[in-house]
């Protein structure tokens, strides 16, 4: 039996010398035959998997969801059913457009990505700490994110191309405008609501469907940074949200969120005021209030950041019976982009990992891969239909039918007021708070190359609320035009 205090090679053999390398000589030239020091050179180069193309930087916790009020009646999922019922979970924070060693404490949305093992296999809710988001088709994702990364020249971030982006897509001035406003730059991961953002459908034992949204709402308050103090603490400590939390979560100090629902009968799709899988738009809580559904409590650190953080995979197509998506066009797309980088960025096989396992087994009929480390089925049978007692499809568990209607074309929502919410979240601000947002955006702006991307993202303020497009106008030293 190997002493376990002897440090080994990485297939098990003691090591004899592990501070200097093998020499021909002791002034000699390096031999090929200290292979206990080429495997270790070797496999540093293969430290990194790649970073998330977006959300590279961020922080994860362990945790667990309760159930504190019966929602049976809208959804038969099972983390969502039995008052007190728990189901622990992971959960990542993150900042979208930076690299993963980039600073916190940037103005940029925040991720907020949930992976609950359930007892009916894993349910992941991959949204922002906003409700609403820049765009509202898959098909402009790429390019709005090049604009929000690096310049492919000066590898520098391109103002000019994120306003140009901006001003010819105005689906974006809703979120644009809640992202230059204080909320822009939360105080730390804790003080901060999180939204799944897209409809969603739930479905009852009863086979009844329900639209419905998700809020989670922060028992630590919402709290925000000034760009100045964000700006400071970017330099003095680039990872001081990672900091906050680890310590918090350490300290005993456990951040919980109320998590709550609006819900919205299947048949109000088809009459609400504008199109209700839009997710540039938030329902109304007059039409749709919030219903608690439970709380989540985070109350452990990641032993291992990279096994853990890095390598758990969040897709919102991890669904469980019980919830099933919507026809929004983004969240549509997001179906396939997330298991399609995971395949990328982790491995065919990144769900055996066991950040990402589900705690209730796997039982199916897929085999092999790289790095398939588990059993991979062992002798069990290995296709199916077969005689042999193997898993098969349970029919109670198939999604429920959703009728369409209509050519396959390539068509754009036909509600185009990108106005009203926007000009309603301005005119809900505070003085301050207004006067700050417009302060945020004329900084933001100035640096556009442009004259023209200015005006025409002026009009889109003022069309909003005639007082945001008239001061963002102003303090860029131009005036509101007519048309541009
Ligand atoms: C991460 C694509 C919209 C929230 C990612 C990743 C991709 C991606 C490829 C990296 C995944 C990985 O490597 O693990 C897209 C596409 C979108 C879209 C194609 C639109 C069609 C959104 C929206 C939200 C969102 C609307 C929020 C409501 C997130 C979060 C992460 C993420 C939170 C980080 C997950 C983690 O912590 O691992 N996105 N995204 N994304 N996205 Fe999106």
Redesign the pocket.
Known sequence: MANNKHLTTSWGAPVGDNQNSMTAGSRGPTLIQDVHLLEKLAHFNRERVPE????AK?AGAHGYFEVTNDVSNYTKADLFNGLGKQTPLFI?F?TVAGENGSADTVRDPR???VKFYTEEGNYDI???NTPV?FIRD?IK?PDFIHTQKRDPQTHLKNPTAVWDFWSLSPESLHQVSILMSDRGIPATFRHMHG????TFKWVNKAGEGFWVKYHFKTEQGVKNLSPDLAAKLAGENPDYHTEDLFNAIEKGEHPSWRLCVQIMPLEDANTYRFDPFD?TKVWSQKDYPLIEVGRMVLNKNPENYFAEVEQ???SPGTLVPGVEVSPDK?LQ??LF??AD??RY?VGANHQALPINAPKNGVHNYQRDGQMRFDSNGGRSVYYEPNSFDGPQESPENKQTPYPVEGNADAVGYDHHDHYTQAGDLYRLLTKDERTRLVHNVVEAMKPVALEKIKLRQIQHFYKADPEYGTRVAEGLGLSVPQEV
Do not use: C, P
């Open positions: 998330r193309v977006v959300h961020g990542r993150s991720g907020f990505a991959v949204g922002n988001f898959a994702f939204f799944g953002s897209h997710v758990a995979t969040f983004m797309g997001r982009a997330y980088a995971h960025r």
